[in-house]
């Protein structure tokens, strides 16, 4: 959904995409840490600091000079969606390896996909709350990640078994809510999906040899 309000939070200014990260980072961390073991949860909530730090930190790349002129631009600029897609890229290379390394098992792998479809999810639904703009795109995009949000929630344990087609479905629920916004396919949110979605299928599709040899002993 585009931006179409700011919100006065004291004397600081902060727009809707802010406030709908913040409900989503919250409410999806609250989710792991009721359906997941602490572990897990706290894996998520390192990977949300570390996704919101470089965020924000990426200014520096993306805007050196205003940075140089102005330090305290740190507190109010981020790198939009170069700086966020940075951050993602951390935390999954960082996943990558400690799954090929096994420092890290399908149930916290399944609960990190979980979150991310959670985090993206809940910030579609209050960008459409927070924001003006047609009452169909705002209303099915709601509709729409609502309805993802139920069925996963409903069927989180048999999640792991089927997380390729989980992954399928969070991208082709997002693609078609991208057609009936106002900037369609060209939307900066609908590419960090398909990112994370395409991120868990290759990871689940060629596991670890040492795992899947192990799996298959079990």
Same mark, same amino acid.
């Given at each position: 959904m585009t931006v179409t309000k700011l919100f006065l939070i004291g004397n600081f200014t902060a727009p809707s995409t802010w406030i709908a990260l913040i409900i989503a980072f919250i409410l999806s961390y609250i989710a792991v840490r009721l359906k997941f073991e602490k572990?897990?949860?706290?894996?998520?909530?390192?990977?949300?600091?570390?996704?919101?730090?470089?965020?924000?930190?990426?200014?520096?790349?993306?805007?050196f000079k205003i940075v140089i002129n102005a330090p305290f631009a740190l507190l109010y600029f981020n790198g939009g969606i170069i700086g966020f897609i940075l951050g993602l890229?951390?935390?999954?290379?960082?996943?990558?390896?400690?799954?090929? @390394?096994?420092?890290?098992d399908k149930d916290m792998l399944v609960a990190l996909? !979980? +979150?991310?479809? &959670?985090?993206?999810?809940?910030?579609?639904?209050?960008?459409?709350?927070?924001?003006e703009g047609s009452l169909f795109a705002r209303v099915g995009t709601a509709v729409v990640f609502l309805s993802l949000l139920f069925f996963i929630w409903k069927n989180i344990e048999q999640s792991?078994?089927?997380?390729?087609?989980?992954?399928?479905?969070?991208?082709?629920?997002?693609?078609?809510?991208?057609?009936?916004?106002? @900037?369609?396919?060209?939307?900066?949110?609908?590419?960090?999906?398909?990112? !994370? +979605?395409?991120? &868990?299928?290759?990871?689940?599709?060629k596991e670890p040899i040492g795992q899947t040899e192990g799996g298959k002993a079990g």
């Open positions: 572990q897990s949860a706290n894996r998520f909530g390192d990977t949300i600091f570390y996704v919101i730090i470089i965020w924000k930190l990426s200014v520096i790349i993306t805007d890229s951390f935390v999954a290379f960082r996943t990558w390896l400690d799954w090929q @390394k096994k420092r890290i996909f !979980i +979150g991310a479809v &959670f985090v993206q999810a809940v910030f579609q639904v209050m960008m459409a709350l927070l924001n792991e078994s089927h997380i390729v087609q989980l992954s399928l479905l969070f991208m082709a629920a997002h693609v078609f809510v991208a057609v009936i916004q106002p @900037k369609g396919l060209m939307n900066p949110p609908l590419l960090v999906t398909v990112l !994370i +979605g395409l991120f &868990f299928t290759l990871l689940f599709v």
